[in-house]
C-alpha cells in the first residue's frame, strides 16, 4: 500500500497581514486532532517485492519428508530461511536466477538425480524475497505461499495510525508551535518589511529536544544566504554540542548556559512560559567517574533527543541527525526539491548506516 501525502503545499496570502498566517498554522497544528505519521521503508508500504521459484509437485506425500531432507543437503534454500519449503505436495527446489537458461529437469537431474522419480511436474512459482515484516503482508502472501513470520508489535504500532498517545501529540504539536512561533521571532527581529511566499518558504527552523526533562536544548534558524553550510540543523546541532561544552561555530549567544540567544529567550518564554529551556549539566568523563558513572553515560550530541524542523531536511541535514544520534526528528512541510527524508529519499531507512532515527510527519 503505498503512503498517501500528508501535505498541504505552502502559500501565503500577503493580503492576510505579515504574521497572521503563521499564526493561523499555529492554529492549526495546535488544534488537530489528528496523529503524526511515521515516514518508514518502502518495504513496508510498497507491495511485497517477489521472486521467482523453481518447484517440484511431488508424486506421493509420503515422499515429501525425503524430498526436503535431501534437498536441504544438497541445494539449500541460502538467504531464503523466511520461506516454508513445502506448501501441499509442492516444494521450492532453487531460485530461477540461478540456473539461468537450464532446464529445470537437467538441473535435478545433475545435483539430486536421487529425486527425479518423486516429481510427476516442475511449476515456477512466485514467493516473497525477503522475510514480511507486517501482519498485513503474512496475510496476503500466506494465501500465496507459507511463510515463517514473526509479529512485531512496536513495528505494528509504528506503521498504524494511532502511534502516539493524546498526550504525546499535543506535546510534539507545541514543539512545532514554538518552532513556527521562531520563525515569526526572526522577522520581527530583521524587520521584515514584507513577508512573501517565497521568503517564509525558504526559512527553516530547527528545535531540538530532551524528552527526559521536556526541554528545550538548542535551537537553529537558517543562515545558509550567509554561510552556505549553516542551515539551521547544523546550527541546532552547534549549539547542542556547545552545551558539551563543544561547538565549531562562534555564534553570538549571549545566554550561554540554554544555548539560546537572548532576545529569543525572553520572546518564547513570554510566548510558552510553561516550556523549559536548557540542557542537562554536562559532565565529562572526571565528573562521570567521581559521580560512579561510567564515560559511556556521559551524553553525545543529540543521542535520545528529538528534534523538529519547520521542513524537511536536505541530504546534508539528514545525515548529519545521522552523525548526531538523534532520537526522533518531525517536520511540518516537505521539501520537494530537496528533502531527504520523503521528497527525495529516505535516509533514515537506509539500512547500511550506523545509527537509525525515526522520522514523523502530517503535522498539518
Not at 5 to 14: A, F, N, R, S, V
Not at 98 to 106: D, G, K, R, T, Y
Not at 153 to 178: C, I, P
Request: glycine share 4%.
Amino acid at each position: 500500500m503505498e503512503e498517501e501525502p500528508c501535505h498541504k503545499k505552502l502559500k501565503l496570502d500577503e493580503s492576510v497581514g505579515k504574521y497572521v498566517i503563521i499564526t493561523n498554522y499555529i492554529d492549526k497544528i495546535q488544534n488537530s486532532l489528528n496523529n503524526l505519521k511515521a515516514i518508514v521503508s518502502d518495504d513496508l508500504t510498497k507491495p511485497v517485492e517477489m521472486i521467482n521459484m523453481h518447484a517440484g509437485c511431488v508424486k506421493q506425500r509420503k515422499d515429501i519428508s525425503k524430498v526436503i531432507t535431501i534437498l536441504n543437503e544438497k541445494l539449500p534454500l541460502t538467504g531464503f530461511q523466511h520461506l516454508k519449503r513445502v506448501r501441499g505436495e509442492t516444494v521450492i527446489i532453487c531460485p530461477t536466477e540461478l540456473i539461468n537458461s537450464v532446464p529445470i529437469e537437467e538441473y535435478v537431474e545433475k545435483f539430486v538425480p536421487e529425486l527425479m522419480a518423486s516429481f510427476q511436474d516442475f511449476i515456477v512459482i512466485q514467493v516473497p524475497k525477503c522475510p514480511l515484516k507486517l501482519k498485513r503482508q503474512y496475510a496476503e502472501i500466506n494465501r500465496i505461499w507459507s511463510c515463517n513470520f514473526h509479529p512485531d508489535t512496536y513495528l505494528e504500532k509504528l506503521t498504524g495510525d494511532n502511534f502516539f498517545s493524546e498526550k504525546e501529540v499535543k506535546v510534539h504539536r507545541l514543539y512545532m508551535s514554538l518552532a513556527l512561533q521562531i520563525a515569526i521571532w526572526y522577522y520581527k527581529t530583521i524587520e521584515l518589511e514584507v513577508l512573501t511566499d517565497d521568503i517564509f518558504a525558504s526559512l527553516n527552523v530547527t528545535v531540538i529536544i530532551d524528552p527526559s526533562i521536556d526541554s528545550v536544548v538548542a535551537i537553529g534558524i537558517d543562515n545558509s544566504m550567509i554561510h552556505p553550510v549553516q542551515h539551521s540543523t547544523m546550527i541546532a546541532i552547534d549549539n547542542v554540542a556547545k552545551t558539551q561544552n563543544g561547538g565549531a561555530w562562534n555564534s553570538e549567544i549571549k545566554k550561554t548556559d540554554d544555548c539560546v540567544e537572548k532576545g529569543l529567550f525572553d520572546y518564547l518564554k513570554v510566548k510558552f512560559p510553561k516550556i523549559n529551556i536548557g540542557a542537562k549539566k554536562y559532565l565529562n568523563k572526571e565528573d562521570l567517574i567521581n559521580d560512579d558513572r561510567t564515560p559511556s553515560e556521559g551524553p553525545y550530541l543529540c543521542t535520545n533527543y528529538y528534534v523538529y524542523m519547520l521542513r524537511e531536511p536536505c541530504l546534508m541535514c539528514a545525515m548529519a541527525l545521522v552523525h548526531a544520534r538523534a532520537k526522533r526528528v518531525f517536520f511540518c512541510f516537505d521539501k520537494t526539491d530537496t528533502g531527504a527524508l520523503r521528497s527525495q529519499l529516505k535516509l533514515h531507512t537506509v539500512s547500511s548506516l550506523n545509527h537509525h532515527y525515526e522520522a514523523f510527519t502530517c503535522f498539518l
